[in-house]
């Protein structure tokens, strides 16, 4: 008899995976290249099943790795596969499922320790993969530089992987940016994490102006200003002393670029966006601090942190209407960006001044659950 279903295996007959594809109706395309092809049948078994096991994730990241580390040509045809996904579907790009594994993150707060483990395993494999396919080193301890100079020959495709060129769904309502940016802040999760995280960053940041530009709509140089004004403990061990002078160094490279790129007086005109806006729910001001509408200082995200993006928030309008959705990014100078999902699992990114949001108190999670 079948052993009880569990996160880290079940048994269960595995007749798709043994024809290679989640889709065994439709014929492979032998005119594809290796690489290419590899990253189609990951993609279409992570995008076609919720229900995997840890040793067919595990399998799949391993030909994802393998497939976005090809030299040349080869690795940049699979980075495209790996973004876009195919013609008319690219909710079912295998981007578009990491971007919802970044946003799923690694569970905070008391709770089942499994559970958690479990988490930063995935999350860790998650964004190996992700920084393989911006063309840098997952062996190398920084993203956006090397010891030996190798770097300079490092592929550069951070813009293709910032782009977000899916409709925002509940899983995934943002592309990699904001998540990643939570990420690199996410302490409890471990430095398989969290510094994984910063090699990303780092890694997409290498890319042109419009990355960095974007980056910037979305919440990056608040949280950085804040990082490299941190002063180290001298409590700290050796260990963490060694991490907080690379955390610093990605911090202080990332800050530079942001300088940068706020001294360009003609931003890049480019359609290069990790999530858009349709409509802001209170057009006739900004709000930024304050009671507004009923929404408390003390409840209003800040965002000079992360600690409130996936979580329920009330967004009060000017015009005495209530929205409830998840708040998924800052935006701007001064506003946050909100999830309103649909009965169908999707729905728009909407944006309010900060002032006008205000915490209630649930995860994105939840709505996850209650649509699985």
């Known amino acids: 008899a079948p052993s009880p279903a ?11 995976a043994r024809r290679g594809s989640s889709f065994p109706h439709r014929p492979r395309d032998m005119s594809l290249s290796p690489a290419v092809r590899a990253v189609r049948d990951a993609g279409e078994k992570l995008t076609g099943s919720s229900n ?5 994730f595990l399998r799949c990241v391993r030909d994802l790795d393998t497939a976005l580390r090809s030299p040349g040509d080869d690795g940049d045809a699979a980075c495209a596969e790996f973004c876009a996904g195919l013609p008319g ?12 594994k970044l946003r799923k993150g690694v569970a905070d707060g008391v709770g089942d320790p499994m559970r958690k ?25 920084f993203g956006h530089t090397s010891r030996d100079g190798s770097h300079e020959r490092w592929p550069k495709r951070g813009y293709e992987l910032c782009h977000a060129r899916w409709p925002p769904t509940v899983l995934a309502p943002t592309g990699i940016l904001p998540p990643l940016l939570a990420l690199t802040q996410a302490k409890t999760a471990g430095p398989q994490v969290w510094m994984r995280a910063l090699q990303l960053a780092g890694s997409i940041a290498r890319c042109d102006d419009a990355v960095a530009h974007e980056m910037a709509r979305t919440g990056w140089p608040r949280v950085c200003a804040k990082v490299v004004r941190a002063i180290p403990d001298q409590a700290w061990d050796e260990t963490r002393a060694r991490e907080f002078v690379v955390e610093r160094e990605v911090w202080q490279w990332l800050d530079a670029r942001f300088a940068a790129c706020a001294q360009t007086s003609d931003k890049p005109l480019d359609n290069l966006r990790s999530f858009t806006v349709v409509e802001r729910l209170d057009p006739e001001e900004g709000a930024e601090g304050g009671a507004v509408g009923g929404c408390a200082t003390s409840d209003a995200p800040s965002l000079s942190d992360t600690e409130w993006y996936g979580k329920l928030v009330r967004v009060d309008g ?40 205000s915490l209630v108190h649930d995860r994105l999670r939840a709505a996850e659950a209650s649509t699985s």
């Open 6 to 16: 569990s996160d880290s295996g079940r048994v269960r007959t595995r007749t798709l």
């Open 52 to 56: 995997l096991t840890r040793e067919e």
């Open 89 to 100: 579907a690219s909710h079912r790009a295998a981007l578009a499922w990491f971007a919802g």
């Open 117 to 141: 483990r479990e988490d930063v395993f995935t999350t860790a494999a998650a964004l190996q993969v992700l920084v393989s396919a911006s063309g840098g080193d997952h062996r190398a301890t």
């Open 318 to 357: 000017t015009n005495g209407t209530v929205s409830l959705g998840f708040a998924v990014a800052a935006v701007g100078d001064a506003d946050v960006a909100v999830f309103l999902a649909d009965d169908g699992g999707g729905g728009r990114v909407v944006s309010a001044g900060v002032g006008r949001v």
